[in-house]
């Protein structure tokens, strides 16, 4: 174990990238964890993408900090959200969901944006585990933009239903009154429940009945 770690800081890409990050993947030890986010900083596009990779599976309870600061950093770095680079930026909103730590808020509604096909979702899903109420605006938008991919529209519906934020019920009540795609409203209507305000029931009967 302690020779892949090692391996982590060899000055040959490949040894870093193959017989290092993806070895630690498959191992899962959180030992790596410390190397593994100081590479989110390498230069390598690759090796970025295996430190994320391999950190996305890892317990990282006792590098929560350093690794929110690490994938903060990735999703600010303006290259890292090209095409080439959607893994690295889909492992860096997950990682981040799963920390639920309110820095990454602000990183993750930018990503609701990405015209990456799973970045949205995923970062949605990352707003709804944290449950920082600020996000409530920005996910209500992009449940109003009709001309959204089904797929990503009912993740915010979701998303608001977890924050649980009172100031949610109205945007999804929108929503299930108005949406044509029934998806989408079945999720409002099941994010409206979670909200647990008995007022919306009657709504909610008539738009799904």
Request: charged content about 25%; aromatic content about 2%.
């Amino acid at each position: 174990m302690s020779g892949l770690i090692d391996a982590l800081g060899d000055p040959d890409t490949s040894i870093r990238e193959k017989r290092a990050a993806y070895s630690l993947r498959r191992i899962g030890d959180p030992r790596a964890a410390p190397r593994l986010i100081e590479m989110l900083g390498d230069r390598e596009d690759r090796l970025r993408n295996a430190a994320a990779s391999a950190l996305v599976d890892l317990d990282l309870t006792e590098h929560a900090d350093a690794a929110v600061t690490g994938f903060i950093g990735v999703l600010e770095d303006r290259v890292m959200r090209n095409y080439d680079n959607r893994g690295i930026v889909q492992n860096a909103v997950v990682a981040l969901g799963r920390l639920r730590d309110p820095r990454a808020v602000p990183v993750l509604l930018e990503a609701l944006s990405s015209y990456h096909k799973h970045v949205p979702l995923e970062a949605a899903a990352a707003l709804g585990k944290i449950g920082d109420p600020k996000a409530v605006p920005h996910l209500a938008r992009t449940l109003r933009y009709r001309s959204g991919r089904s797929s990503s529209r009912s993740a915010m519906a979701a998303a608001l239903g977890e924050i649980g934020d009172p100031s949610a019920v109205t945007h999804l009540l929108d929503t299930l009154n108005q949406e044509r795609d029934s998806a989408v409203r079945a999720e409002s209507a099941t994010a409206l429940g979670r909200l647990g305000d008995v007022s919306v029931i009657p709504h909610q009967l008539a738009a799904l009945g």
